[in-house]
């Protein structure tokens, strides 16, 4: 299979992009409060909804209810499963939502019944009026540059993503040295970025281009002077060790 990149400018939007590696952080308390909280804030409209795109996992419905929980978490109870085949109805619904949720699942899968659909246009299109998108492991990775299709670097496969964020994601592969993210920026156009973002863990891309990791530290790669670059990035709670 092979896949386009999106050809996309990244412009500046008033709205953060969250790209959290599975939907802990969704459930969990930073400051005291539920980490979309201060989106749903900055929507500033009273009963905001919230779409929930399946394509990754073949719209399985145990999945939507997680979505739901954490929707409910934050106040949010105008909300819509946005099924693979994209009716009328569907489309109408996300191009109004003021969240939306890329749910983890097939990395290739999600790809193909985005840009089949036009699913992906819509959500760029939501994206550019500031609604607020969460990739949630593989749809992390779908809200990135490129993505590696595949488990093994060596028989994977490198393909572009949405673009919606300037920099390639992987999710939850700390375990094995992050080895398809290691492909994937090998294989990438030069000055490429990657992030690793482990179990537990997110970053927020903000809108004006800071990239704030949220529960863990994550990874960033680069290839400079034809080597791998690693960069540790600290969540703003934490720092980094002396010496």
Known sequence: ??????????????????????SQLLF??????????????????AGPRAAYVGAANGDQ?????????A?????????RMILSDYDAVDRAYLRSADIIVLAGGDVGAGLRVLRATGMDDDIDGRRREDAVLVGVSAGAVHLGAMG???????????????????????????????RRLRQLV?????GSVGIGVPTGGGIIHHPDGRVEP??????????EDGRIV?????????SPPAG
Do not use: K
């Open 1 to 22: 299979m092979s896949i386009e990149p999106e050809d996309r400018a990244v412009p500046v939007s008033g709205a953060p992009v969250y790209l959290l590696a599975d």
């Open 148 to 178: 590696w299709l595949g488990d093994d670097p060596a028989e994977g496969e490198l393909v572009g993503a949405l673009g919606i964020v300037p920099f390639s994601v992987d999710a939850h592969d700390e375990a094995r040295g992050w």
């Open 61 to 69: 419905p145990e999945y939507y209810s997680i979505f739901e929980g």
């Open 230 to 238: 690693e960069s540790i990035l600290y969540p703003p709670d934490r």
């Open 186 to 190: 090998v294989q990438s156009l030069p």
């Open 28 to 45: 969990s308390s930073l400051g005291g409060r539920p980490l979309l909280a201060s989106a749903v804030d900055a929507i500033g409209r």
């Open 71 to 79: 929707m409910e978490i934050i106040g949010v109870r105008d909300r």
């Open 214 to 223: 949220v529960g863990r530290s994550a990874l960033e790669l680069r290839v």
